[in-house]
Each structure stands twice: as C-alpha cells, then as structure tokens.
C-alpha cells in the first residue's frame, strides 16, 4: 500500500500564489497517474486536476483552468499543484491521489475525475485564502 504524504497548504491572501506537494512512497510511483482533489467545508470532495503516469496529458475541473498547474518528478516520486491567483474559493483540504492501477493511457477527463479511478488518498492538506 503507498502512502502518499502532502504538503504546502497554509493561509494566504487572495491573488497570491502557493504549492503543493505530494510525495509518494514505494519504487512504483512512475507508473502511476496522480490527481489532486478538494474538499471545502460542507461540500463535497471535487476533483481538482489530474496527471498522466509520464506527465505527457493533464486534466483540470473547469473551477481552476488557466490557474493551477499540475506537474510531477518521477525521480522524486513528487506530484505538485501550482495554485496562481488564489480566491476564497479556493480555501479546502487538498488531496493527492493515485490511480487505483496502472493502466497507462490518458483515459481523459472523466475517468480522472472520478474517485473510483484512485485508490489510494494522502491525509490532506488544508489551504485558506482569505480575502
């Protein structure tokens, strides 16, 4: 089982940028697509954005295209979220995921946005933008 460990959240202000990280543990990580999701109080946990096992093919929910990036170094078995103009919006615990198992094709937007495409989930880590 992979334990995946992120880090970086903390209190900003709106329009400031942060990152995130995600570490993951094994030798396997490079096989593996990564995703990110939030969940901000009383919602639902949503899917933030995905990367294909070589980073070749990214996926963003619509909420933050053009904002966050989603980038890994496979020698640092390291997923990252770059998050530019933060809005209170954005303020929720942030979770790295890997996929449940290696299928190594971009199966698209739908299958990395789905929950059920991961299977293993870090504890969290908890962003506040405030305004």
């Known amino acids: 089982q992979v334990h995946l460990i992120e880090s970086g959240g903390r209190l900003v202000q709106a329009g400031d940028s942060l990152r995130l990280s995600c570490w993951a543990s094994?030798?396997?990580?490079?096989?593996?697509?990564m995703g990110w999701f939030r969940q901000a109080p009383g919602k639902e946990r949503e899917f933030v954005a995905a990367?294909?096992?070589?980073?070749?093919?990214?996926h963003y929910a619509d909420s933050v295209k053009g904002r966050f990036t989603i980038s890994r170094d496979n020698a640092k078995s390291t997923v990252y979220l770059q998050m530019d103009s933060l809005t209170p919006a954005d303020t929720a615990t942030y979770y790295c995921?890997?996929?449940?198992?290696?299928?190594?094709?971009?199966?698209?937007?739908?299958?990395?946005?789905?929950?059920?495409?991961?299977?293993?989930w870090g504890q969290g880590t908890h962003v506040t933008v405030s305004s």
């Open positions: 995921a890997q996929e449940r198992r290696p299928v190594q094709f971009d199966g698209g937007f739908d299958y990395f946005a789905t929950e059920l495409t991961y299977a293993s």
């Open positions: 990367i294909t096992w070589l980073g070749g093919r990214t």
């Open positions: 094994g030798d396997s990580f490079r096989e593996y697509a």
